[in-house]
């Protein structure tokens, strides 16, 4: 958001506007393709009083000051973005102060470190190649972990009813004393990516060291997923030290495999869950995810309440084999890279709307970050209503970061794998390629299928090629000509996935009792840096499985947990700057004062949830 409120700011001192050049671009530009997943906006109807005035109508010095008073921080702008009031613990408000003085005290936070540090020497590593629960030897080491949880957190284990789901996913139930209210489903996970061995030198400490230098716990899962997972169980386990019996019900989940799509875990907590619970029977489901970062004294946190869907498709050519001494005109390789060629020629559309959780989010920067361009401002607000400045801030966007702004906006296309061939003097019978693609919130599976048919349609025509796409023949060719070959199109792993449904924000119970927690813990927060900052919340995107950016995460479990809940935020309360180098990579770290933060977090949200009136 700095570069590009420093473009328009650069584009606002040279009395930069909308021109009759820019409207007839918008026209040209904004004509949906083909494979446009949404109809396009109705035609604008431009208004002199929604548009600023035109720089060559007005002193360069008049336009600034007229955009500048249209855009003041007032009421009209706080609801670009409208902010829950602070929720903090009222009925348990002496427990939660008592605490607080308990999270303050040294002897508690090693403690509290500890326990993650010895959670992170366990490996717990998911491959994507590894077998069946109960046949492959690699889960056991879940059962290590779960040895290890027993002996650190024993009045949970004494407590709550633990269930072993598909043998190693954990389910905990903490029961309430009110069997009316929905309980609260807080998720995690307990694998981690595994660590490359060509890279354990490249460690500042061991990966799986769990080593607490004095500011930062290392190790792999300190970031991904073991800070989420064993600060939840810290916050039941500090509850339950001092005394706390829940009025509505508590259940703790963790998956196993999240790293590969929650094949085994996720899938079999969400049947017992179905099976134990029901549909919809949970007040709110709160798991790894968005967190919080300073921007310009102002703390922005973003739950991320929306997730792209995902398709892996799998392109492979077959053709007749041979000696390479007499080749035809394009072996199966040749034919591939043509194909490959065409997708990468055609790049889905990424376009700005006015409906999607990306918008509300610039909206929320809007309302309430005060160094942003009046201009962008401007055009922020009277986007809602106007296309042509909602064009406008699209643009801003793309000469920003087109990249950005593609992955966030579009349904992205990344050809990833590539293979064929035996013998450098055989012809390729086969070739293949897996194509990675995480799809914009307004589009589907079924519209990206239909692109690729779209796309390769008349290619394959031209090259007389057969088609089967997803599983339907297609025909391009004449029967009178044989052909030179044919392509498949798959779903490469089985896993195809649609955008989820946006979680409720504005006018949501769970909506406002999360915000609230959120902006108290961080108002309370031990660290003074955070504590003095004006707190906003902002709803927040899961661009898919792309790591950690930007605090979005990778497609969670979540994916699996749809029908538990319509209330899923994908939030873990934890600071941009809370991660040394990230996830998945060398050096995975977290701040130790970071991690502390979490654990306050999930004990507000369990005080809260338990005296709201709220959720159900």
């Not at 079999?268 to 619970?277: E, F, G, K, V």
């Not at 869907?309 to 005109?329: D, I």
Request: aromatic content about 8%; hydrophobic content about 35%; overall charge negative.
């Amino acid at each position: 958001m700095a570069t590009l409120t420093g473009w328009m700011s650069s584009a606002l001192s040279r009395c930069s506007t909308l021109t009759a050049s820019l409207r007839r671009r918008f026209y040209a530009e904004h004509v949906p393709g083909p494979s446009r997943a949404e109809p396009p906006p109705p035609a604008p109807k431009y208004s002199r009083l929604l548009l600023p005035p035109r720089p060559q109508d007005l002193d360069c010095a008049i336009y600034k000051t007229m955009v500048s008073r249209t855009t003041s921080h007032g009421g009209e702008s706080a609801a670009l973005c409208p902010q829950e009031d602070p929720i903090a613990p009222s009925k348990h408000g002496k427990l939660s102060n008592q605490l607080d003085s308990k999270f303050s005290d040294e002897e508690y936070q090693l403690w509290a470190y500890e326990g993650l540090g010895g959670a992170v020497r366990i490996p717990t590593e998911t491959y994507d190649d590894i077998g069946p629960p109960g046949e492959d030897p690699r889960w056991d080491s879940r059962l290590l972990l779960h040895e290890y949880l027993e002996k650190r957190f024993p009045l949970v284990h004494m407590k709550l009813q633990r269930t072993k789901v598909n043998t190693y996913a954990l389910v905990f139930h903490w029961q309430g004393s009110d069997q009316f209210l929905k309980p609260v489903l807080l998720t995690a996970h307990q694998d981690v990516v595994p660590v490359d061995p060509e890279t354990v030198d490249q460690w500042d400490h061991p990966p799986y060291s769990g080593y607490f230098d004095g500011e930062w716990i290392w190790g792999r899962g300190s970031c991904d997923d073991k800070s989420g997972l064993v600060a939840s169980l810290t916050a039941v386990e500090t509850l339950l030290q001092n005394g706390f019996a829940p009025t509505r019900s508590i259940v703790l989940a963790y998956g196993i495999d999240e790293e590969r799509g929650g094949v085994d875990g996720a899938t079999a907590i969400r049947d017992y869950l179905l099976s134990t619970y029901g549909r919809s029977s949970f007040s709110i489901l709160v798991d790894e995810g968005g967190g919080y970062e300073e921007q310009n004294d102002v703390i922005f946190s973003t739950p991320n309440v929306a997730e792209k869907g995902k398709l892996n498709v799998r392109v492979e050519v077959t053709t007749a084999g041979g000696h390479s001494s007499v080749p035809p005109p394009h072996t199966s390789i040749g034919l591939l890279s043509i194909l490959i060629s065409a997708l990468e020629a055609n790049p889905l559309p990424a376009y700005l709307t006015r409906t999607s959780t990306y918008f509300r989010s610039l909206q929320c920067s809007a309302a309430h970050d005060r160094t942003m361009s009046p201009h962008l401002r401007y055009l922020i607000r009277h986007a809602e209503t106007d296309d042509a400045s909602l064009y406008a801030v699209q643009q801003a966007l793309i000469r920003a970061d087109e990249r950005r702004f593609r992955a966030v906006t579009g349904t992205t296309q990344a050809v990833d794998l590539v293979g064929g061939g035996v013998k450098v003097n055989a012809l390729p019978e086969s070739a293949w390629a897996v194509v990675d693609h995480r799809i914009a919130d307004y589009s589907s599976v079924d519209a990206l299928q239909q692109r690729y048919i779209d796309v390769l349609g008349s290619v394959v025509a031209k090259l007389n090629l057969t088609l089967d796409a997803f599983g339907a023949d297609l025909k391009f060719t004449s029967d009178d000509v044989p052909s030179a070959g044919h392509v498949h199109l798959s779903d490469a792993y089985g896993t195809a996935l649609n955008p989820a449904p946006v979680t409720p924000t504005q006018g949501s119970g769970p909506w406002a009792l999360l915000s609230g927690t959120i902006i108290s813990t961080l108002e309370t927060s031990l660290r003074p840096s955070i504590q003095a900052k004006r707190a906003v919340i902002a709803p927040g995107l899961s661009l898919g499985n792309t790591g950690k950016v930007d605090n979005s995460v990778n497609s969670t479990d979540t994916r699996h947990y749809w029908n538990l809940t319509s209330h899923i935020f994908r939030y873990g309360h934890r600071g941009a700057s809370d991660g040394y180098n990230g996830a998945h990579t060398v050096n995975e770290a977290i701040k130790a004062e970071g991690y502390l933060e979490m654990i306050r977090f999930f004990t507000r949200l369990i005080l809260n949830a338990d005296e709201t009136a709220l959720m159900d």
